[in-house]
T-cell receptor, first 117, second 115 residues
């Protein structure tokens, strides 16, 4: 158990719909990362938050948005869903932060498997 | 250009043999970290081992060791005495100290251990 909690584990929805994925980081971790894993794209970095503020943005579509709340949990919102959005969405948190930068490994949640029909 | 390259899409290894999974990387950052993760069929990402660019010795964690060759920009994972439970996808990843703090992942190698 990594200590990172993601809900829901599985989600099936239709094209055009909107879903919200939730993540609770490890206790004490301030950084949250979102990754998308699809068959043809591998593991793609989407976005990172640190202590409530966006820290870095990767290949995140405009239809997707995220936020980190004061209690440090994070949500990834996916809207106007398309078939190609079907993927495993991971949240990860960073266990150490030294000299103002993240260090060490990322601990991943079990992922939220999204299927768009 | 790919920052992390894993050239072996799949490997089959006999149980109890050692196996080496290849990883090469590309960075101009003098300070970086290299990571290996295991993803079993259940889907979770499990951290295995870490190597810092300034670490003098190769990292080891139990049956896992990292063969770090800085000049060749390679960070191969060696699994000794393979077990059936080692069957999984293995991902190499890198964090560069300049720029953002994400990990960039390779495309992975699917390892199958044969009894």
């Amino acid at each position: 158990d990594s200590g990172v909690t993601q809900t829901p584990k599985h989600l099936i929805t239709a094209t055009g719909q909107r879903v919200t994925l939730r993540c609770s980081p490890r206790s004490g971790d301030l950084s949250v990362y979102w990754y998308q894993q699809s068959l043809d794209q591998g593991l793609q970095f989407l976005i990172q938050y640190y202590n409530g503020e966006e820290r870095a943005k990767g290949n995140i579509l405009e239809r997707f948005s995220a936020q980190q709340f004061p209690d440090l949990h994070s949500e990834l919102n996916l809207s106007s869903l398309e078939l190609g959005d079907s993927a495993l969405y991971f949240c990860a948190s960073s266990p150490r932060f030294k000299n103002g930068r993240a260090a060490g490994e990322l601990f991943f949640g079990e992922g939220s498997r999204l299927t768009v029909l | 250009a790919q920052k992390i390259t894993q050239t072996q899409p799949g490997m089959f290894v006999q149980e109890k043999e050692a196996v080496t999974l290849d990883c090469t990387y590309d960075t101009s950052d003098p300070s970086y970290g290299l990571f290996w993760y295991k993803q079993p069929s259940s889907g979770e990402m499990i951290f295995l081992i870490y190597q810092g660019s300034y670490d003098q010795q190769n990292a080891t964690e139990g049956r896992y060791s990292l063969n770090f060759q800085k000049a060749r920009k390679s960070a191969n994972l060696v699994i000794s005495a393979s077990q059936l439970g080692d069957s999984a996808m293995y991902f190499c990843a890198m964090r560069e100290n300049f720029g953002n703090e994400k990990l960039t992942f390779g495309t992975g190698t699917r390892l199958t251990i044969i009894p």
